[in-house]
């Protein structure tokens, strides 16, 4: 593994910077390096070191303990305290005369030592050790970078998914409900064709009160007549809604709007969804004062179908759920705040879950019976979005209580 990768130095690309206050020192280790065609660069003193290293960002330095002013040890801990310079490895030029303390020299990071007088051949290993040593760290540090921003990337692209999986969701719910209205429809339709057929047969039958008996039959026609129209009327209602959702959802443009409209026009959109309206007690407090801010409606929304989403999962086994939504200004933010009465959040869990991935439901595609399912990503991109507006979420829980959610958003004040 060494030599696979002290194969890969390049002399000719590599600059070793040498520092000693003795001119033939400096030159001996000079010709030593030049032999192997490394690049050098040359300091006598600490101080003129320490602006080459800056300058230039050597590969490596090999560097004199005992100098006049600046020491070798100085010089060393002044490098490695700086970022841009710390991984630079350095390695000591001692005299085997001088009484010089090598522990010290490896506490403050030097990363090996050369005796006087040097051996060229012990001169050249050590440097192609430390210089393949600092390729490889290079090369790991350079594939974390790599794939901290690829995690960064993906984790984006999810964020993103995640919108619409939480738009799907209620679009689910929604669409269940269609259900009922189109039972009724084809039930209704299904009986006008039953009274058609009886009027027909009151006709050819040629019956002396077959007036009276048609129109007994026309009444009933203009019953489920209407009972069709107000079907296909609560339908109407029902598809323009997903339509005006769906386009407000898809918006990207900022607007100044009031809280409390958003969330107004999110709760008619959640009553479509009959488990929300039917199975669990609202309390609604929402301020009357306008809560201004300058927002994309649809991110509001995002992190709003998120909480109710999260709350909903709390409760599906409470047999009073309760979902407290309130909204209000404090000092130059506004807020909203989502309660539920659910089992609350463990206090060994509560830092994690606005960590990407984190959930305690279980993985899409395991579901077990009507156990809730998550990725995780719900929390995480709702305090994304809001770090985008200098906003925060907030959560507070109780077990066997309850958790609340409170966002914050700027206040826009207009002038
Ligand atoms: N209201 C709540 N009551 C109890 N636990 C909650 C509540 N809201 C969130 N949690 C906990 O926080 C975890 C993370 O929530 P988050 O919304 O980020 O992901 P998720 O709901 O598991 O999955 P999804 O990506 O589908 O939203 C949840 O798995 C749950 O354990
Ligand atoms: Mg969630």
Not at 71 to 93: A, Q, T, W
Request: net charge negative; hydrophobic share 40%; aromatic share 6%.
């Amino acid at each position: 593994m060494t030599q696979l990768i002290t194969s890969l130095i390049k002399p000719e690309e590599t600059l070793i910077l040498v520092v000693d206050d003795i001119p033939d020192n400096v030159q001996l280790i000079g010709q030593i390096l030049a032999g192997e065609k490394y690049r050098i660069a040359v300091a006598t003193n600490g101080k003129q070191a320490i602006s080459i290293a800056e300058k230039s960002k050597p590969d490596l330095v090999l560097l004199d303990i005992m100098m006049p002013d600046m020491d070798g040890y100085e010089v060393c801990r002044f490098m490695k305290s700086k970022l841009d310079m710390s991984n630079i490895p350095i390695i000591f030029l001692t005299a085997k005369t001088e009484s010089t303390d090598k522990i010290k020299g490896f506490e403050i990071g030097a990363a090996d030592y050369i005796t006087k007088p040097f051996d060229a051949m012990e001169v050249l290993a050590r440097v192609k050790t430390h210089l393949g040593l600092k390729l490889a760290i290079d090369r790991v540090n350079e594939y974390n970078l790599d794939l901290e921003r690829m995690l960064q990337e993906r984790t984006k692209e999810l964020i993103q998914t995640e919108r619409h999986a939480a738009f799907s969701l209620m679009i689910q719910g929604i669409i269940h409900n269609f259900k009922n209205p189109i039972t009724n429809l084809m039930w209704n339709s299904d009986f006008l064709s039953m009274q058609n057929a009886k009027i027909q047969s009151v006709i050819s039958s040629k019956d002396i009160d077959a007036l009276e008996k048609i129109d007994e039959i026309c009444k009933n026609f203009e019953h489920y007549n209407s009972l069709i129209m107000s079907t296909l009327r609560q339908l109407t209602t029902m598809i323009n809604s997903l339509m005006a959702k769906s386009r407000s959802d898809k918006s990207t443009v900022h607007e100044i709007i009031d809280l409390n409209y958003i969330l107004n026009g999110e709760l008619d959109f959640m009553n479509a969804d009959l488990d929300f309206k039917n199975n669990i007690i609202k309390d609604i407090q929402l301020s009357d004062k306008k809560l201004l801010v300058e927002i994309v409606p649809s991110d509001v929304s995002q992190i709003f179908q998120n909480l109710i989403r999260n709350a909903m999962d709390a409760l599906l086994l409470h047999t009073d759920p309760q979902i407290t939504i309130s909204t209000g200004m404090k000092k130059s933010n506004v807020w909203f705040k989502i309660s539920d009465n659910g089992p609350g959040i463990n206090q060994s869990i509560i830092k994690k879950i606005f960590d990407p991935f984190f959930t305690t439901k279980s993985k899409i595609g395991d579901e077990t019976d009507n156990k809730p399912t998550g990725t995780g990503l719900g929390l995480h991109s709702c305090s994304e979005i809001l770090k985008s507006y200098s906003g925060k979420i907030e959560v507070d829980s109780q077990l066997g209580s309850g958790t609340s959610f409170t966002v914050y958003l700027p206040l826009k004040n207009i002038i």
